[in-house]
T-cell receptor
Framework: GEDVEQSLFLSVREGDSSVINCTYT??????LYWYKQEPGAGLQLLTY?????DMKQDQRLTVLLNKKDKHLSLRIADTQTGDSAIYFC???????????FGKGTRLSVIA | GAVVSQHPSRVICKSGTSVKIECRSL??????MFWYRQFPKQSLMLMAT?????????EQGVEKDKFLINHASLTLSTLTVTSAHPEDSSFYIC?????????????FGSGTRLTVV
């Protein structure tokens, strides 16, 4: 089946930028998402990108998509301690099929 | 934006009893809802896909008689864990697919922590 890979851990200093990377195998992937999960909570949609886009910026968040390499990244500018959480990359190739998730990247922000 | 309400957020039940978890899309219609299970420090595991008015599609290894899913309306899906046992203790999360307006595909509930004692 399709697969989504992420590094498991990332540690950054407060104020620095964080870059979380994700690779996927589905060549027909159309919708790609980044979700944030804080302890004991559900998933909060951070941002999304469609496969016909290369980049999307939303305030401190920048998503880059390299469709040729099937690589997705999430950059968080000016990372704050409140950004400490698990970040999940997910993709799907249609609007009503289940998302395929990566294992999540645990971001730790050091004050 | 789209909101999915999931209740209860936390439940403790005795072994052998059944527990119902509700998932409601508050401001959009969701023809498709998904139920996930998450073990500690792991990713989400898809249990089933639920379409309004039809039987749910279960993933391999998920017992459909144990995890009953009902999607009776475009805004409500329920998951009932029947005859719960301690190994069913987990974090259950629902997701609703909806497009249009501020909806960008998949909105998640806040999760239900089930503890079976």
């Amino acid at each position: 089946g399709e697969d989504v890979e992420q590094s498991l851990f990332l540690s950054v200093r407060e104020g620095d930028s964080s870059v979380i990377n994700c690779t996927y195998t589905d060549s027909s992937s159309t919708y790609l998402y980044w979700y944030k999960q804080e302890p004991g909570a559900g998933l909060q949609l951070l941002t999304y990108i469609f496969s016909n886009m290369d980049m999307k910026q939303d305030q401190r968040l920048t998503v880059l998509l390299n469709k040729k390499d099937k690589h997705l990244s999430l950059r968080i500018a000016d990372t704050q301690t409140g950004d400490s959480a698990i970040y999940f990359c997910a993709e799907t190739n249609s609007g009503n099929t289940p998302l395929v998730f990566g294992k999540g990247t645990r971001l730790s922000v050091i004050a | 934006g789209a909101v999915v309400s999931q209740h209860p957020s936390r439940v403790i039940c005795k072994s052998g009893t059944s527990v119902k978890i509700e998932c409601r899309s508050l401001d959009f219609q969701a023809t498709t809802m998904f139920w996930y299970r998450q073990f500690p420090k792991q990713s989400l595991m898809l249990m089933a896909t639920s379409n309004e008015g039809s039987k749910a599609t279960y993933e391999q290894g998920v017992e459909k008689d144990k995890f009953l899913i009902n999607h009776a309306s475009l805004t409500l899906s329920t998951l009932t864990v029947t005859s719960a046992h301690p190994e069913d203790s987990s974090f259950y999360i629902c997701s609703a697919a909806g497009w249009g307006g501020d909806n960008y595909g998949y909105t998640f509930g806040s999760g239900t922590r089930l503890t079976v004692v």
